[in-house]
């Protein structure tokens, strides 16, 4: 807004917003874009209309204002009359009202972005995560808000947007943050509805797959349930699950009262791929409560023109992680054997990356913005992910909570605590604030817990932390020692590239890099499907012989294999177990002692 409007008194009626959302040729990926803005005060010069670099739900910056063509400015009020703008940044529109009282900007945005979860549109169906579609006007984001949708031939519109009663296709929301969490799907897609709690909840399938509807139903009506007993409430009035069955299609992303998850339609066969899509749909909807109302400071209120920093993105994403195993066991839809196991992997994932030694937690999530999200070849040296590691320090976080208070205490209790602390409506938790919870409820100082574990890089005692429930962490070294090269390659346009080099490995010690094309071993030609196995024919301690295209260059490395710095791990029960171990065990996991009845 102009420099004469900040200190102007409010006019009578403060401005209406309005949309309009059209795709008359979807085959183009071309959404269509309409924004009025209505009455505008004399005083005000001009308008800066706004589009956001970023999505919440990935803190990693898109430049959305990149998909942007054909923006044009006009006079409301049925002139139409052309209005001067010109960009003042990469993503800011800056409109001249002329003392117009309504301004209508227009524009065009390309998707074709689905596995993004950004925007997409093709000869098939439309979605919109609303960042990447729909500017705004900064004075104006707290206002209330219209959404007029023209969906392509007999396509509707699944959301979870309010309808407008007795106005097809036309939705509204309270202020700009809450509109643009609501994500559209456009199509042909099948909605399915459903009630838990008294609460309607809808399940929209766009594409085919051999999934049957009932039993994906079934796993929701699960998911909410668990979700409900652990928070005591559903903060929401309906809840859309969104789901894009296609091929190459995974992953999810949470919004305030729905998601977005892709799935491989033929991937149910077999119980598993209800139990995969079981565990994305629980992690997602954790994030209901988890990140979308209790919130870390400096992610809110939401600056949707820059990055947004906070060192507590562990706790909004790791700690999902963690609850989602957690709730998935005391739901009875995994079972220990399984945990058990995930719980190794666990242990024998964190040791094999070097990073760990290096990043702390809160810098993983400060800098997801700059490193998590950019995927770099040497990641895996230099950091650590504050989805497993976040999942890593809240299982050892759950178990001392309970083994310092007798069990009187959990990671469970901190979480509602904060949940009741923190409301939406506030600030933000800041990590002082997350911690003073934990040691109210842990009854202790928990300062040199996270000092070391949160803050610092010390190395984490598995084995200490499962002992409070029980368990015992056995290493199984390999006999003989199984050969370890430390790379990963993949195959590329039928080459086989190495991908990323573990620092300390015999790869690393002799010169490989990554991006180098692997030729042969040992003289033979080599392929990433045969790789492990052909280093299984060779043995710790042995030279072998690497051939590699560098730069277009034949290049040979001498390389000598080392053991395995990592053995296998197994994580089973304590064979005389205290009465404290079983109760924290019982507790932790909802389930008996082996061999004990429940209680």
Request: with cysteine; hydrophobic share 35%.
């Amino acid at each position: 807004m102009g420099l004469a409007c900040m200190n102007a008194p409010l006019t009578a009626s403060p401005p209406t917003i309005h949309y309009r959302l059209g795709m008359p040729q979807p085959h183009t990926h071309l959404f269509e874009v309409e924004m009025t803005v209505a009455p505008i005060a004399k005083d005000d010069l001009f308008l800066d209309f706004i589009m956001p670099a970023w999505r919440p739900g990935r803190y990693v910056i898109f430049d959305f204002a990149g998909g942007v063509q054909e923006f044009s400015a006009h006079a409301g009020e049925g002139t139409d009359a052309p209005l001067p703008w010109r960009k003042i940044d990469k993503a800011t529109w800056r409109v001249e009202t002329k003392g117009q009282p309504a301004v209508t900007v227009r524009y065009k945005v390309y998707a074709n972005e689905f596995r993004e979860r950004t925007r997409g549109l093709n000869d098939q169906h439309g979605f919109v995560s609303g960042t990447a579609v729909f500017m705004y006007v900064e004075e104006f984001r707290r206002l209330p808000l219209t959404l007029q949708i023209e969906p392509f031939g007999n396509w509707h519109v699944t959301t979870g947007l309010d309808r407008v009663s007795g106005k097809p296709n036309r939705f509204q929301a309270p202020h700009y943050d809450y509109f643009i969490d609501c994500p559209l799907e456009i199509g042909t897609q099948q909605d399915f509805s459903f009630e838990v709690q008294g609460k309607k909840h809808v399940l929209s399938l766009f594409g085919e797959g051999n999934w049957d509807k009932d039993r994906l139903i079934d796993r929701l009506r699960q998911v909410v349930e668990a979700s409900f007993k652990f928070w005591g409430d559903l903060p929401y009035e309906h809840y859309t699950f969104l789901v894009h069955s296609a091929p190459g299609m995974g992953g999810g992303t949470e919004h305030l009262n729905s998601t977005i998850m892709g799935i491989n339609p033929f991937n149910f066969r077999n119980e598993s791929g209800y139990d995969r899509f079981t565990g994305l749909a629980l992690h997602e909807f954790f994030h209901t409560w988890n990140v979308k109302q209790l919130r870390p400071a400096g992610i809110h209120p939401f600056d949707f023109t820059k990055e947004n920093y906070s060192p507590s993105l562990w706790i909004s994403e790791g700690m999902t992680d963690y609850y989602t195993t957690i709730l998935l066991r005391r739901e009875g839809l995994r079972s220990i054997a399984s945990l058990l196991t995930e719980l190794a992997r666990m242990i024998e994932n964190d040791r094999r990356r070097p990073g760990r030694r290096l990043q702390s937690l809160e810098e993983s999530s400060f800098d997801s913005w700059i490193k998590f999200w950019r995927n770099h070849e040497d990641s895996q040296n230099r950091e650590v992910s504050y989805y497993d590691k976040g999942g890593d320090v809240s299982l050892i976080l759950d178990l001392e909570i309970r083994q310092r208070t007798q069990n009187r205490g959990s990671l469970d209790q901190v979480m509602r605590r904060a949940y009741q602390a923190f409301p939406l409506s506030g600030p933000g938790f800041t990590p002082a604030d997350f911690q003073r919870v934990v040691e109210e409820v842990g009854e202790s100082s928990f300062e040199d817990f996270f000092a070391q574990y949160v803050r610092g890089t010390a190395e984490i005692d598995f084995a200490a932390f499962l002992r409070y429930a029980g368990l015992e962490v056995q290493e199984i070294p390999a006999n003989p020692p199984k050969p370890w090269l430390g790379i990963a390659v993949a195959e590329r346009e039928g080459r086989t590239l190495i991908t990323s080099v573990i620092a300390g490995s015999p790869a690393y010690a002799a010169g490989l890099n990554t991006g180098d094309e692997l030729v042969a071993l040992n003289e033979y030609r080599i392929r990433a499907e045969q790789l492990l196995d052909r280093l299984a024919d060779c043995k710790a301690g042995e030279e072998i012989r690497l051939t590699v295209f560098r730069h277009e260059k034949l290049r040979q490395f001498q390389v000598k294999l080392a053991a395995s710095e990592v053995p296998e791990v197994i994580v089973r029960h304590s064979s005389n177990p205290t009465d404290l171990q079983k109760q924290i065990y019982t507790d932790w996991l909802g389930t008996a002692w082996p061999g004990e009845a429940a209680k």
